[in-house]
């Protein structure tokens, strides 16, 4: 199934639509004003928090992904010399391509879960998440979602001259 996900551009803190083929909104992804850690809720088409994401405090960029109450996944940023490489704890998913070029997959051993392409001709942040099994939705959705604020986190970091 493919999403289409887009971020707000003029908003004081992180706003995300994420919608179907049809445009139909299917999740819509919200931030905390005014916190220390980055946080940030997702919620289905009906209102329902789905996941949450938070930030732990730690030398590189590092969320937990909480799907329906439950800590799923850690995804985070590795120091590596040559490549940046990104991991996700708790899922047995691996993350493999161009992180400048936001074009990369999710894969669970040789099975693909989720393509993410970035769509460069829109007005903000546009992606197209291509996620393969229904099952696996909420999620790859809400891992996309941290994966996207780990990149945040460090161009913050990079353009602040940390």
């Not at 995300?16 to 999740?27: A, P, S």
């Not at 940046?84 to 990369?104: A, K, T």
Request: hydrophobic share 45%; proline share 2%.
């Amino acid at each position: 199934m493919k999403l289409y996900m887009k971020q707000k551009v003029f908003s004081l803190k992180d706003r995300f639509t994420i919608v179907n083929e049809y445009g139909e909104v299917c999740y819509t992804a919200e931030g905390e004003f005014f916190t220390l850690m980055k946080k940030l809720h997702i919620f289905d088409h009906e209102g329902n928090e789905t996941a949450y994401l938070r930030q732990i405090f730690s030398f590189m960029p590092k969320y937990e992904v909480i799907v329906d109450n439950h800590l799923i996944a850690v995804v985070s940023k590795k120091l590596t010399l040559l490549r940046p490489q990104y991991e996700i704890e708790g899922l047995d998913w691996h993350v493999d391509g161009s992180w400048h070029e936001h074009e990369y997959e999710i894969t669970d051993n040789s099975r693909v879960i989720v393509s993410v392409h970035k769509e460069w001709m829109s007005w903000g942040d546009s992606y197209e998440i291509d996620v393969k099994d229904p099952l696996d939705e909420v999620n790859a959705v809400a891992v996309v979602l941290a994966i996207d604020a780990v990149l945040a986190a460090q161009a913050a970091a990079a353009s602040s001259g940390d």
